[in-house]
């Protein structure tokens, strides 16, 4: 098992950055596919940026891409999410996710077994 903490939310203005920490226990992630994803209110939720075993193949949403960096600390058992020029449609609880096996896409949310409670990031314009 394994138990997912994100931080770094908070309430920023259009064109700021934050950078969003998953830290991880009971178990090592490094061997394992890690995502992000945010839910807005009133919507589903959707993918943001995932990253590979090897740190070299991150993956985003075309909404984000260009704008956040997807990254991992294996000796620190953490992901990041840096988040830069954010804008208010960014708005969601963001939340990181850990995928065992891959019998679905990385963007999408029913493969991914263990989530954290989410961290709230809002954007004013």
């Known amino acids: 098992q394994v138990q997912l903490v994100e931080s770094g939310g908070g309430l920023v203005q259009s064109g700021d950055s934050l950078r969003l920490t998953c830290a991880a226990s009971?178990?090592?992630?490094?061997?394992?596919?890690m995502g992000w994803f945010r839910q807005a209110p009133g919507k589903e939720r959707e993918f943001v940026a995932a990253?590979?075993?090897?740190?070299?193949?991150?993956y985003y949403a075309d909404s984000v891409k260009g704008r956040f960096t997807v990254s991992r600390d294996n000796a620190q058992n953490a992901v990041y999410l840096q988040m830069n020029s954010l804008k208010p449609e960014d708005t969601a609880i963001y939340y990181c996710?850990?995928?065992?096996?891959?019998?679905?896409?990385?963007?999408?949310?029913?493969?991914?077994?263990?989530w954290g409670q989410g961290t709230q990031v809002t954007v004013s314009s």
């Open positions: 996710a850990v995928r065992f096996k891959a019998w679905y896409g990385y963007g999408d949310s029913r493969g991914y077994d263990y």
């Open positions: 009971g178990r090592a992630i490094n061997p394992y596919f």
């Open positions: 990253i590979g075993v090897s740190a070299g193949a991150p």
